[in-house]
């Protein structure tokens, strides 16, 4: 079992910047890649960024150039700098891990196997 402990989140105006953190506890030396999802109100989860222990990443288009996931592996943390932030990032934030080696469609939810309870990200205009 792996859990999964997010923060970082707050309300912050557009342009600004936020850090989420992922700490990952339990299983997690079993991990292989983790990956960062949003959903808004009345919308789907999305796919945000995903990394690999390698740290190969994959950013979803919507966020490059203003988002970068990176990770502490020897402090089990996920991380996501978000810059130049814009309303429509307003979602709640969650990050997720997967224990199976395969690269495959890193950006779809249904490729990971645990899940944290979330941060709230607010970007007021």
């Known amino acids: 079992q792996v859990q999964l402990l997010e923060s970082g989140g707050g309300s912050v105006q557009s342009g600004g910047s936020l850090r989420l953190s992922c700490v990952a506890s339990?299983?997690?030396?079993?991990?292989?890649?983790m990956g960062w999802f949003r959903q808004a109100p009345g919308k789907e989860r999305e796919g945000v960024a995903a990394?690999?222990?390698?740290?190969?990443?994959i950013h979803a288009d919507s966020v490059k150039g203003r988002f970068t996931i990176f990770q502490d592996i020897e402090k089990n943390t996920l991380y996501l700098q978000m810059n130049s932030l814009k309303p429509e990032d307003t979602a709640m934030y969650y990050c997720?891990?997967?224990?199976?080696?395969?690269?495959?469609?890193?950006?779809?939810?249904?490729?990971?196997?645990?899940w944290g309870q979330g941060t709230q990200v607010t970007i007021s205009s």
């Open positions: 990394i690999k222990n390698d740290n190969t990443t």
């Open positions: 997720a891990a997967r224990l199976n080696p395969w690269w495959s469609f890193p950006l779809l939810p249904g490729s990971y196997e645990y």
């Open positions: 339990g299983d997690s030396y079993d991990i292989r890649s």
